[in-house]
């Protein structure tokens, strides 16, 4: 397989992913640049902004862990976006639902993979709480875009399943 016949199949979903790193990058910007750290401004009676910063991974994991954490978790989500960009080569055109599941991964890994590497730590800014009791952990578009992406692996999983079942 030519170089050309590579970028022909993937450079879509690379551009995907690029557009969900570009609208996570450009929200983050503008909590940073519009509230103070802490800050929590009410958009809905469940829903608010705020800045976060979070040095650990999923839930504040590690967050305390003395530094070491910032280039582990660097170094993960550097694993995962050369595997999911090897993976998107080789099922671009063949699974379609994979390859939007894998590039929501790799959209929102990139997004926070260039937080930890700038910034030491990732920008979280969405909270969703029930009233004043029960707070969600602080997450970002990047975080969103990973969510969808397993989400998505999980019904490909289940669709791919059925037709398996259906062939026998």
Do not use: C
């Not at 609208?23 to 800050?39: C, H, I, M, P, R």
């Amino acid at each position: 397989m030519t170089i050309s016949v590579v970028w022909e199949r993937v450079w879509r979903w690379w551009a995907l992913a690029l557009v969900l790193f570009l609208l996570d990058w450009v929200t983050k910007q503008a909590v940073e640049s519009n509230l103070f750290y802490g800050q929590e401004i009410a958009v809905l009676p469940f829903f608010d902004l705020t800045l976060r910063y979070n040095t650990g991974a999923a839930f504040s994991f590690l967050a305390q862990a003395g530094g070491w954490q910032r280039w582990f978790f660097s170094i993960i989500a550097l694993a995962v976006v050369v595997g999911i960009s090897w993976r998107l080569v080789k099922i671009a055109v063949s699974n379609r639902l994979e390859a939007l599941a894998l590039t929501f991964v790799l959209g929102g890994a990139v997004g926070n993979l260039y937080d930890r590497l700038v910034y030491g730590h990732v920008v979280d800014f969405i909270q969703v709480h029930w009233q004043q009791s029960w707070y969600f952990p602080a997450f970002n578009v990047a975080d969103s875009a990973i969510t969808i992406g397993v989400i998505l692996m999980l019904v490909e999983g289940f669709v791919a399943k059925k037709k398996e079942g259906e062939q026998q």
